[in-house]
């Protein structure tokens, strides 16, 4: 046996390189994305988008939505999830800070851009859930049996893209200013710019459009062709801007960084720049002059359907709507007397699209006879407002001559408008400009308004509290002295059988 003691060889030195796998990475996203949707606050804005949506969506557009709309109504509800979003990502890339565990942190395999790129990556999840809940409210109205148009994707892209936008500030603030107070701060600004109305108004085209959300001050619906919105560049514009403020916060934090990165910073700041130019473009030419054509030739742009004795003309987007138009003209029809109650109407639908989507300017009545409008927003109040145009051409013969009448056959107008409506003094509170069932009042149209007086106001509230048929058989018996313009109030309430009114019977000036 020898004697020799061997000794044992030492263990040869393992030199480790910290990973670069972004498999690291997503694991990270994923502990801060569930981190992130188990937040307060993250939860209370999602309840309350949920809530939002459900609230504005149940009732809107009177349950006849035109699509072209529609995408824009879902833009609203995920600014406040975003800004709950921007204030979470802030506050968990700032929570080594707070805990003084930065210097255990850096001995993880992760490098430190990597760690900023989980917490940008960990947004996604709430992201996905806004684009649930952009799709549902979006469905919503799509599915409704008198939806019309056809709504936009880019439109549909803004609410989960301001929230990608807004978590990646979250994440650049923390890694720039590293500071607890500099996000609420921020928050704060964003709430009274939008509180306190200091967002461009529509005629600021170069500046309004580099907002996240650009919403039109008005409620006029025109033809999806005509909108004008550069939805898809300002899509492109906030996925630029989102992937480039995200990039800035992965890149400017201390060490080292792939210079692949720096090249995809560089493509998304080109997609910003380049979205962000053309989305402040203006109007195309092309559309100022479909505008124009759509506004003062709509026979041109329109397709025609005959429904019953009546011709139908609308834009092809609203044609499905004809059915309901001749619905209410057959009811209004079936009231009056003499020719009236058989003679054929041309319904052309108007629009004045030449100022664009966020002007209200009036419509012109028609001077042919026996032609009524119809706007394109149906539902609601635009029911009676049509019922009564119609029955203003039956009775005065032409859509102008009914906006100047001052005498008697206001009666007979307001009668055949609303006698056949299942309430009829609701509706006739509705379409009175000032909500009133009794006095004088404007009575609104899809073009000039007509006018009541008092002593008017008073037979028709008489005549909806009689049977229908009665009053019906009254006014189709004396169809011919009702429809003169020599008739008055009084006189009207004879000849239907109700009390002489005591009111004034002239109209206002």
Known sequence: MSGTLLEAAAPAV????????????????????????????????????????????????????????????????????????????????LRSRRHDTERHLAVLVLQPWQRTAAHVLSVAPVAVLVTVGVAVQFAWQALRPG???????SELLVGPLVVLLFG????????????????????????????????????DDGTRWLYPVVGENTAKTLPSDLLGRPAAWHALYLLGLALSVALCAIVAHAGRTPHA??????GALVLAVVGGACQTAGVPAATTAARERASVTPEKEQ???????????AFPEWTP???????????????????????????????????????????DPLTKPGQVSVGTAWGGNRVPEFAAAVASVLVAGKEKAGGEMCDGRM???????????????????NVRLDDS???????????????????????????????????????????????????TAARAAELLGVAVPKGEDQCDE
């Open 168 to 203: 990646a500030v979250g994440a650049l603030l923390a890694r720039v200013l590293s500071s607890l107070i500099t996000a609420p701060l921020l928050i704060v600004f964003c709430l009274l710019v939008f509180l306190l109305g200091t967002i461009p108004s529509p005629g």
């Open 411 to 429: 009666v007979t107008v307001m009668w055949l408008a609303l006698g056949a409506q299942s309430d009829p003094v609701a509706s006739f509170r």
């Open 147 to 153: 939806a019309i148009g056809h709504g936009s994707p």
């Open 303 to 313: 397709t025609c359907v005959r429904e019953g004795r009546s011709t139908y003309c």
């Open 437 to 487: 069932v009794t006095g004088s009042a404007i009575v609104l149209s899809p073009t000039d308004p007509l006018s009541m007086t008092t002593a008017q106001t008073e037979v028709v509230r008489e005549l909806f509290d009689r049977p229908r048929a009665e009053v019906t058989a009254k006014v189709k018996a004396n169809w011919t002295e009702l429809t003169s313009a020599k008739v």
């Open 261 to 266: 990165l720096k090249a995809v910073l560089g």
């Open 14 to 93: 393992v030199t480790t390189q910290p990973s670069r796998s972004w498999a690291a990475v997503f694991t990270l996203a994923r502990f801060e994305a569930r981190k992130l949707l188990s937040r307060v606050l993250v939860l209370l804005a999602l309840a309350a988008y949920t809530g939002w949506i459900v609230w504005r969506t149940r009732d809107a557009f009177d349950g006849y939505p035109a699509l072209q709309d529609a995408d824009r109504a879902t833009q609203g509800g995920p600014l406040l999830v975003g800004l709950a979003v921007l204030l979470c990502v802030n506050h968990a890339m």
């Open 321 to 363: 709507r004809t059915g309901t138009w001749a619905g209410i003209v057959d009811q209004v029809q079936s009231l009056a007397g003499g020719t009236a109650a058989t003679r054929p109407l041309l319904v052309r639908q108007r629009v004045e699209a030449r100022y664009g989507l966020s002007s209200d300017s009036a419509i």
